[in-house]
Nanobody, 129 residues
C-alpha cells in the first residue's frame, strides 16, 4: 500500500524558516512524477485543504499567491523525497501540511504541523497537594 510520510514541521517565529519533507516508496514517487506530479497542501482548523505548491513531471512549479517568493518545492528522486522550503513564515501559514499526488490523491498521510507564532509552546504546571 502506498504511504506518504510528511515531516519537518514545528514551532517557528514569524520570519523564520522550515523545510518540510515528504517521503514515499521509490517506485511510487517516480511513476507519480512521470504521470501526475506532486503537491504540498495545508489545512487550518475549520478551513478546507488548499494546494500551496506543486511540481509536475516536467519540473514546472506553481504556488498559491500567498506563497510566491517565500516557498520553494523541490524533489530528490534518489531519496524518493519531495521538499517544501518555507521562508519568511507568517502566522497565516500556521496549518497542518500534507503532500500528495496531483489530480488523483492517494491516501492522505498524517501531515506535519507548522505553527508560526511569537509565543512559545508554554509549559504545563500542575500543583499537587
Amino acid at each position: 500500500q502506498v504511504q506518504l510520510v510528511e515531516s519537518g514541521g514545528g514551532l517557528v517565529q514569524p520570519g523564520g524558516s522550515l523545510r518540510l519533507s515528504c517521503k514515499g516508496s521509490v517506485p511510487m514517487l517516480r511513476s507519480i512524477f512521470m504521470t501526475y506530479g506532486m503537491g504540498w497542501y495545508r489545512q487550518s482548523p475549520g478551513m478546507q485543504r488548499e494546494l500551496v505548491a506543486s511540481m509536475r513531471g516536467d519540473g514546472s512549479t506553481n504556488y498559491v499567491d500567498s506563497a510566491k517568493g517565500r516557498f520553494t518545492i523541490s524533489k530528490d528522486g534518489a531519496k524518493s523525497t519531495v521538499y517544501l522550503q518555507m521562508n519568511d513564515l507568517k502566522p497565516d501559514d500556521t496549518a497542518v501540511y500534507f503532500c500528495n499526488r496531483l489530480g488523483r490523491p492517494l491516501a492522505w498521510g498524517q501531515g506535519t504541523q507548522v505553527t508560526v507564532s511569537s509565543w512559545g509552546q508554554g509549559t504545563q504546571v500542575t500543583a499537587v497537594s
